[in-house]
């Protein structure tokens, strides 16, 4: 290693102001290229009501279950939500609308053993589910 390629800078050097700004503008470049969301997972094993505002639910519960989704136009009108629904169980979980809502042009649909639904609401009455 080159002698002078690194140095400590102590809290009276004038040079720290300078790499303060460095490591700020390098972190925000990073961040505008980087989306990294973390969000809490809720845990649900019997029928229940979404919250609005839930991203991601994990179920592990019995047959006959029912998870109902939030208002679509939840987050407010014209503003879409995006939850993930991933279901352990080794049975099919229901997910039925809230209201007068629809799940792919229905009043519910089921979530197979194992596969993750993502449901995507238009920001008004309806919700599409996608499940893989």
């Not at 400590?8 to 102001?17: A, C, E, S, V």
Request: net charge neutral; glycine share 10%.
């Amino acid at each position: 290693m080159r002698k002078g390629l690194l140095r400590r800078i102590h809290p009276q050097d004038p040079d720290l102001g300078r790499v303060e700004q460095n490591v700020a503008e390098a972190f925000n470049a990073t961040a505008d290229q980087v989306n990294v969301t973390a969000v809490p997972v809720t845990r649900l094993s019997v029928t229940s009501v979404i919250a609005a505002g839930v991203a991601i639910i994990t179920f592990a519960g019995v047959a006959g279950q029912v998870l109902t989704l939030p208002p679509a136009a939840a987050q407010g009108d014209n503003v879409g939500t995006v939850i993930y629904v991933m279901n352990l169980s080794t049975v099919a979980v229901t997910l039925a609308r809230g209201g007068a809502d629809t799940v792919n042009g229905g009043a519910s649909m089921s979530l197979a053993a194992g596969k993750l639904g993502i449901c995507v609401s238009d920001g008004m009455t309806a919700w599409k589910v996608a499940t893989s």
